[in-house]
């Protein structure tokens, strides 16, 4: 039996490559073997068998962890702390993530674009410890300045991606609307919005997610939760307690990872 090749579709060959991607490539090539140059990496010493044994014993401290009702109520306090630091955290950067999302999308003009986009670049660029360690002084030791520098930094994040969201959206169903003499606010909300509005909620949760683990962190310095109590005791080598405050953060981190990883379904469904 023939075959007619004269029906099969020709395979297209893949386009060249531009000579800016080779270089583009070529140029993060040796930006890696620099660092790995130029860094002291002593592998040797990380490996040794004095390190193995320090490390073994340093974890051994560890077991059995705390497991006094006394001691399990004040971590279950703690965990309920960090829980909502991350979640009141999350949602206000999201409020006011959504206003500049606007801005910084255009929606407003070119000027207020590039001004909203210095100030999503600042917010974003300072970690959460440095804004913890400003608020601590406004707002002093405890799990207040903890949920600001939580919100700052991450409504930096969530407006750069809110912004690119809106943008990257196909503007003819609004635009339609608008011909048709439908008001601008009313064309975004019924034609733009719920076409981004996916993107943005999967974008929120995944950042209460982050945040969950910078909660932990903050606590370091003071923000309050389960970082501030493991500080309190790694300080004082009370090993088994933090074995405790590690495990209920371990818990928390699993927990809220299902949980956004189902809301996330749900959404895409």
């Known amino acids: ?76 306090v703690a965990f309920w702390e960090t829980l909502a630091m991350s979640a009141i955290g999350t949602i206000l950067a999201a409020l006011v993530a959504m206003p500049l999302a606007l801005a910084g999308a255009g929606r407003m003009g070119r000027a207020p674009r590039a001004l909203t986009r210095l100030v ?81 909620l999967s974008y929120t949760l995944y950042r209460w997610e982050n945040n969950i683990r910078a909660a932990a962190v903050l606590g370091v310095v003071g923000a309050g939760g389960l970082g501030q109590m493991l500080k309190y005791h790694l300080s004082l080598f009370q090993m088994p307690s933090a074995a405790t405050v590690v495990i209920a953060m371990l818990v928390l981190v699993a927990l809220v990872d299902a949980a956004s990883y189902a809301l996330r379904r749900a959404l895409m469904r």
């Open 120 to 200: 999503l670049n600042v917010l974003r660029s300072i970690p959460e410890l440095v804004w913890a360690a400003v608020l601590l002084v406004l707002a002093g030791l405890g799990p207040l300045a903890g949920t600001l520098a939580l919100a700052a930094h991450t409504a930096g994040v969530l407006g750069r991606l809110f912004a690119d969201a809106l943008e990257n959206i196909e503007p003819h169903a609004e635009q339609s609307l608008r011909t048709n003499g439908v008001r601008p606010l009313a064309a975004f909300l019924y034609a733009t919005l719920p076409q981004a509005l996916p993107q943005m």
């Open 1 to 76: 039996m023939k075959v007619d090749n004269s029906s099969r579709t020709a395979i297209p060959a893949p386009p060249p490559r531009q000579a800016g991607t080779w270089l583009i490539l070529g140029g993060l090539l040796v930006l890696i073997v620099a660092s790995f140059a130029s860094l002291p990496l002593q592998w040797s010493a990380f490996f040794s068998r004095e390190a193995i044994d320090s490390a073994s014993e340093f974890l051994a401290g560890f077991a059995p962890p705390d497991t006094a009702p006394a001691f399990l109520a004040k971590t279950l």
